[in-house]
């Protein structure tokens, strides 16, 4: 193993401030990727499914004015 014990490992020789700050900005923009997409893709999950019983709608009024 490169580190000899736990506190090099998280001292990352003198730069762990910047290392450990790194991964976890890094880890917060991952999260906040994936739960706006989840969000967006819900949104336009539902938009679909508005747009398409908005043409049944129309459908089923223009087979009405056609009888």
């Known amino acids: 193993m ?4 736990w506190n090099d490992f998280f001292s990352m020789g003198g730069y762990g ?3 450990w700050l790194a991964y976890g900005i890094s880890l917060v923009a ?3 990727l994936i ?3 989840i969000k967006e893709r819900k949104s336009i999950l539902k938009e679909v499914i508005r747009e398409q019983q908005r043409q049944a709608r129309l459908q ?3 087979s ?3 009888l």
Not at 2 to 5: D, L, S, Y
Request: aromatic content about 22%; proline content about 0%.
């Open 60 to 62: 089923k009024n223009e």
């Open 64 to 66: 009405r004015g056609a």
């Open 35 to 37: 739960v706006q997409s």
């Open 2 to 5: 490169f580190f000899e014990t």
């Open 30 to 32: 991952v999260v906040i």
């Open 17 to 19: 401030f910047y290392v």
